[in-house]
């Protein structure tokens, strides 16, 4: 007889980065809410690389925090050394990433979770999610599901048979279902770092009829930092100038010391080693059988696959202030030992390391996304939510992205309220969620800003711009917070419109302010706002010319520099986003039957049948359905319309 335990309104199923941000999201709203892990030492653990942001991250990281998450908040409590990556680029593509202390990361999350009001932390492995058609009479106490009604869930059970009743429950079990650790001849059947494995939800997934993939990820070696010669490898320093991830901290308030990361460079020897053991390889032995990710490769994937390149780049990072782990960011493996040793010990510096901790390759369970809607709960079965890579995602910081949405949503459905779903055009964090759930894939996901058709709006500079409305209208982000970035909105605007009216004459003084600033002469009068566009020119350099202008913050005239600057440009994709939207608003009734529609092509009919997309816009971007099949949709909507 199973163990009836007090009810929930959600169940999060894992505490790694999509399940704090789930279940942080979910308490705050308030939400009574548990969040289950097979280990406490697992919450918000970094098995992998030990920072967090990075290119295209860095956008996830900031827009999770204008919507009110705790990524952002933690890194910047944690961080050892912080860098604005693609400086030398574009704004749309710069991005912050730091390196954090993983143990402090971890133990910092796992404080604001334990103190959160209405947040039960447990420690318990999930066997199977419960709904109103698949519990067991004689198990449940007080009101029975109604089987009656459409699939919805009820509750989740625990390895030792305990219930735990719930209104709405979020798949976030990361890597850990049915995990197995391989390098070489070992094989192990844990999780990452040896913890314990998720091994009997998946059985339970599969009678609610939910696809699953079998992915692969993996990791590098540890070094022992006392083993490592440093003098011979590139020293990569942190930034003199800290940008926090979160909005609400001040950079005078991160100054700290920061550690070094040093660059060194694989080269043919470690190439040959490789090339002379790939037979032990399980990627190439078919000892793993899961799909791995196509943009982070294993070092022994890399020599195949680029046969001509005589090196690879090798990032050797700490791990954190109290330990002498050292990653070896670009050098993944799953070879054996033996041939990890030796083809480590061909890299510049690390002549004589010493392994702490092996490299290897990991497979797990994670289902198909395109079973989920937009606001990632499961179309088939009501109040079942999933977030993280158990949906086919890699990376920290593209879990932690899903995990605030689908809390957000699992309270927003509690309170009979409407999901919130991002757009592409609206967020970093629409695009992932959109490819994912509109896109087929067989390979771990990864955020890139190229998948970002309008990237050039969706900064990680403006991230709170863009986003704090929405995270103020489901109730994370407080009154006090919105209203500063309603004021900075209002310095922006107000800010640029001076600068717009205010005219200069072609004489000698501004010529003069000119030449000395490398910028052409003036042969008529310009707007401040128009010397300001010129790239040469920064809004400081203006001031020499302003007397007027009054001293505004950073990130306010970080923004007006950015919007004259690049104002065509961005004036071109909002009104691609205005073409965009024409389809996104055009929903499509959920009981629509495409076999009906004769001018569809057959593929189409299959594919739209299957993910039964909510609007014409998802509808376009399934693979598969052309734009002659959205043309006939178009038609056949405004007919039925009619009707």
Known sequence: MAYIYEA???????????????????????????????????????????????????????????LGGEMGKNIDRTFIQSRMLNESKGPAVHSLRAQADKREYSQSMRHVLENTDGLTLKQAEITEVITNKSFIDDEWDGERPDRDLPEYVCGVRTASNAIYPCKCAILCTGVYLKARCIYGEVEQFTGPNGLPA????????????????????????RIDKRTIDFSKMEEQPGDEKIVPFSFENDPKDLMRDQVSCWLTYTNEETHKIIRENIDRSPLFNKSIQGTGPRYCPSIEDKVVRFADKERHQVFIEPEGLYTNEMYLSGMSSSMPEDVQIRMYRTVPGLENAQIVRNAYAIEYDCINPMQLKASLEFKDISGFFSAGQANG??????????????????????????????????????????????KETHEPYRMMTSRAEYRLLLRQDNADLRLSKYGHDVGLLSDERYRKVVEKERMIREETERLASIHVGASKRINDFLVAHNSTPLNSGASLADLLRR????????????????????????????????????????????????????KIPEDVDYNEILSLRLEAKQKLSKFRPESVGQAARISGVSPADISVLLVYLEQRKRK
């Open 198 to 221: 998720a091994n009997h939800l998946t059985e339970s997934l599969k009678k609610l009829g939910i696809e699953i993939y079998r992915f692969k990820t993996g990791t590098p070696a």
């Open 393 to 438: 995602s890699s990376g920290y910081e593209e879990a932690a992205a899903q995990g605030i949405i689908a809390g957000i949503n699992a309270a927003m459905k509690l309170k009979n309220r409407e999901p919130l779903v991002l757009k592409r055009s609206d967020a970093y964090i629409g695009v992932l969620i959109d490819d994912l759930v509109t």
């Open 535 to 586: 790239s040469e020119l920064s809004y400081k350099d203006i001031h020499e010319i302003d007397p007027d202008q009054v001293e505004l913050p950073e990130d306010v005239t970080e923004q007006i520099e950015i919007n004259l600057k690049y104002e065509g440009y961005i004036k071109r994709q909002f009104a691609q986003v205005e073409q965009f939207k024409k389809l996104e608003v055009k």
């Open 8 to 66: 929930y309104d959600v169940a999060v199923i894992g505490a790694g980065h999509a399940g704090c941000e789930a279940a942080l999201a979910a308490a705050r709203l308030g939400l009574k809410t548990i969040v289950f892990t097979v280990a406490m030492d697992s919450i918000a653990m970094m098995p992998c690389n030990p920072n967090i942001g990075g290119t295209s991250k860095g956008h996830l990281v900031r827009e999770l925090d204008a």
